[in-house]
């Protein structure tokens, strides 16, 4: 049989977090990936292809990192569902390369003898070799394989060394690797987990020997990092840069982007005869990928922050700096990760929540991220606020238009900090998780895996996020189009439309808040992503050039909005759920209509709630 | 340092002991022993998960009877939650999940 033409040999990747398990796996596979979610799960599935030496076809399944098969989280389940052989939708892996990080192997070594029990052929792969040389560790190679009863290679993944021998013991085992008549592995209780950690204990003992000249670098740079003062101020530091990085850095690309896009848009309306067509195309379709590549920009500058942050080994001293304060309102520790990607976008933010392996802990970060002020809230605030609030300074050089941008900002995280709080209180009492985590080495991030996963999620951002956005975006375009003004109708095309309709019903509900009809109407459009509210708001005031800066509607709409308004409408945006991306991610990530509901109700009301105090008072000042 | 590999020591309760025994949750910055115990008990906190998926996630982590432990960290408020050298592992835990881990103290 010509192995050319036999179905790949399937390997699955398996180890302890921060093993170097991806770099490993793009070590492998180079650019031959692919990533999509396991079934019926939101985990995400990473797949790559090699072929042998031997001509062998390989496909790479890159799981999850786990301390153990007995699984406490979603991914964590998809591991060991994976190994197991027990995944929906899934073959067994053929061979099993479990990958340890040479310098910590305790806990890895736990793994390794749950992992014998499933009785696959399997490699060891001593990832960080480098390292642990450099520390002057000793590991009796043949020893540890001996006692093991696997085959061990060493591997610096970063540099690519010891991949070849890797791929030829893979091939080997694919070859002859025969499966145990029957896997031996249950979950373990706590007198077997005692045990197993005697017998790692014996062998770290028996061909292990201590490192001579230890890592004393990550407890040097701790002291700093950790410093119940200077690690608080290094952490707000570094979220400072961070946002100047997103929101100073990306805007160059961003104008570039929307330039573009404002440009193509030009070139096809001269292309083509006014008519449906035209409108189809230059509104819907262009405009509608111009909104979901707009973003690229940031969620680049976001994802470098955190991944570089990441590869590091800074994340989890973030949790742990972050986990009472976050506690105080009832938030994992871990959630501050997710929720500061909601800084740029909720949906990464969303995503980002599977790092928390309860469900109750996972939920409430899911609820309270769309509060987080995302940057699509960006020309939405700098719209009104550039209309209604003077260009002042006030004390100290401060400019007032700042203070409300940052006020706005601040009324989004105290209104998340209190919801979860809420949640904790009254739905979920009690029951606190615990809070276990390990704090990794650190380590200098390798270049080319930063890029290859910054490239990557930029990747899922555009195709997740534009198979949502785009579709609405045609919907939007529909519902504002159809049915067409009567002919010689005097006011703008939208207010004859389906959407101009449901503006106007729902009108005389929005009226306690201070929302005239053209501002219900453009909600409409603006619910596909908050940002097209802007360009609604434009439509239904028949204003023909609304730039980035809006610098001409925000004019016109200080003349036609009372100041009372304007600020409602401010309040409104900070907590309305104006974007209909995020209500789709949320029914993704908890496979349930449930809580996107919960969501879509939750967040209006307060919005609501928030807009009716603030117009309330504002009109009654003198607004 | 030199002790990172030491083998785990028999210490059960039945073992005259020299020093202090106190739980993790208690300790201080620098304080450092050995854990003799790792229990499953109430202490009138709810762990989300129940106590006994509480020790056996302290027990995977490798808080284990003859593991060393080295308090390193503490945080900003109220000192929680702890860093803790562990063997050769750093781990970070809340108080709340460390009352069950039982150190013997190392005598100055």
């Known amino acids: 049989m010509s192995e050319a033409v036999a179905a790949p040999a399937r390997v699955a990747l398996v180890g302890n977090p921060n093993s170097g398990k991806t770099a490993l796996f793009n070590a492998l596979t180079g650019s031959r990936q692919k990533v999509a979610n396991y079934a019926g799960v939101t985990v995400e599935r990473k797949e790559g292809h090699l072929t042998t030496a031997s001509g062998r076809p390989i496909s790479v399944l890159d799981l999850p990192g786990t301390y153990s098969l007995r699984a406490r989280s979603p991914d964590e389940m998809v591991t060991r569902d994976a190994v197991l052989g027990q995944l929906a939708g899934e073959a067994s892996p053929d061979v099993l390369v479990c990958v340890a990080d040479a310098t910590n192997l305790r806990l890895v070594l736990r793994l390794i003898l749950e992992l014998k029990a499933v009785g696959r052929p399997m490699v060891l792969a001593l990832n960080m070799y480098d390292i642990a040389q450099r520390q002057g560790l000793r590991i009796d190679l043949e020893g540890l394989a001996r006692e093991l009863g696997c085959p061990i290679v060493t591997t610096v993944a970063t540099r690519k060394r010891g991949i070849a021998e890797l791929v030829a013991k893979v091939d080997d085992l694919a070859s002859t690797g025969q499966l145990a008549d029957q896997a031996a592995w249950s979950a373990p209780d706590a007198a077997k987990i005692r045990h197993a950690h005697r017998e790692a204990q014996r062998i770290l003992k028996a061909y292990v020997r201590p490192p001579e000249r230890p890592d004393t670098f990550t407890g040097k740079v701790d002291a700093v990092l950790l410093h119940p003062v200077w690690g608080l101020v290094i952490l707000f530091g570094l979220l400072f840069l961070m946002f100047q990085g997103v929101f100073t850095w990306a805007t160059p690309a961003q104008d570039l982007i929307e330039q573009a896009f404002t440009a193509l848009g030009g070139l096809v309306g001269q292309m083509l005869p006014n008519g449906l067509l035209k409108s189809f195309l230059i509104d819907g379709v262009i405009s509608g990928v111009g909104s979901v590549l707009v973003f690229l920009p940031q969620i680049l500058i976001l994802f470098s922050f955190i991944i570089l942050l990441e590869d590091f080994g800074y994340m989890a001293r973030a949790a742990f700096l972050m986990d009472r304060i976050m506690g105080g309102a009832g938030l994992h520790g871990r959630a501050f990760i997710p929720l500061l990607s909601s800084f740029a976008c909720a949906i990464p933010g969303i995503m980002a929540t599977r790092v928390i392996d309860n469900k109750r802990d996972r939920l409430t970060t899911i609820l309270v991220a769309p509060l987080m002020t995302c940057s699509a809230r960006i020309p939405v605030y700098t719209l009104i606020i550039s209309g209604f609030i003077p260009d002042r300074k006030v004390w100290a050089g401060l400019s007032l238009q700042g203070l409300v941008m940052f006020g706005l900002y601040a009324a989004g995280i105290v209104g998340a900090l209190v919801v979860s709080l809420v949640i904790r209180k009254i739905f979920w009492r009690g029951a606190v998780e615990p809070f276990l985590m390990e704090l990794p080495a650190y380590k200098t991030p390798d270049p080319e895996n930063v890029a290859r996963n910054i490239l990557l999620r930029a990747k899922i951002f555009i195709t997740r996020a534009g198979r949502i956005i785009f579709p609405l975006m045609i919907a939007v375009w529909v519902l504002s189009t159809f049915p067409h003004p009567p002919?010689?109708?005097?006011?703008?095309?939208?207010?004859?439309?389906?959407?101009?309709?449901?503006?106007?019903?729902?009108?005389?509900?929005?009226?306690?808040?201070?929302?005239?009809?053209?501002?219900?109407?453009?909600?409409?459009?603006?619910?596909?992503?908050?940002?097209?509210?802007?360009?609604?708001?434009?439509?239904?005031?028949?204003?023909?050039?609304?730039?980035?800066?809006?610098?001409?509607?925000?004019?016109?709409?200080?003349?036609?909005?009372?100041?009372a308004t304007g600020l409602s409408f401010l309040a409104w945006y900070v907590f309305a759920p104006q974007c209909a991306s995020t209500i789709g991610v949320v029914r993704r990530e908890t496979n349930s209509w449930l809580w996107p509901a919960v969501m879509l109700i939750y967040m209006t009301g307060l919005a609501y709630l928030a807009a009716f105090v603030v117009y309330q008072i504002a009109s009654r000042l003198g607004g | 340092m030199n002790d990172v590999f030491a083998p785990p020591r028999d210490v059960d309760a039945a073992t005259p002991v020299m020093g202090v025994l106190a739980p993790l949750s208690s300790l201080s910055v620098g304080d450092r022993g050995v854990i003799v115990d790792v229990g499953a008990e109430a202490h009138g906190n709810e762990h989300g998960v129940g106590v006994e998926e509480l020790q056996r996630r302290l027990l995977e982590f490798g808080f284990v009877e003859g593991a060393r432990v080295e308090v390193l960290h503490e945080g900003a408020i109220r000192r929680d939650p702890i860093a803790v050298r562990l063997d050769d592992m750093r781990v970070a835990l809340r108080r709340r999940d460390a009352q069950d881990v039982v150190v013997l103290l190392d005598t100055p």
């Open chain 1, 487 to 563: 002919a010689g109708a005097a006011g703008p095309a939208i207010d004859y439309s389906f959407a101009g309709m449901l503006g106007h019903a729902v009108q005389p509900l929005l009226a306690p808040i201070g929302f005239n009809w053209q501002m219900t109407v453009a909600l409409v459009p603006g619910f596909a992503a908050r940002e097209v509210a802007v360009a609604a708001l434009g439509t239904v005031y028949a204003i023909a050039d609304t730039g980035a800066d809006g610098a001409t509607l925000a004019t016109t709409l200080a003349q036609h909005w009372s100041l």
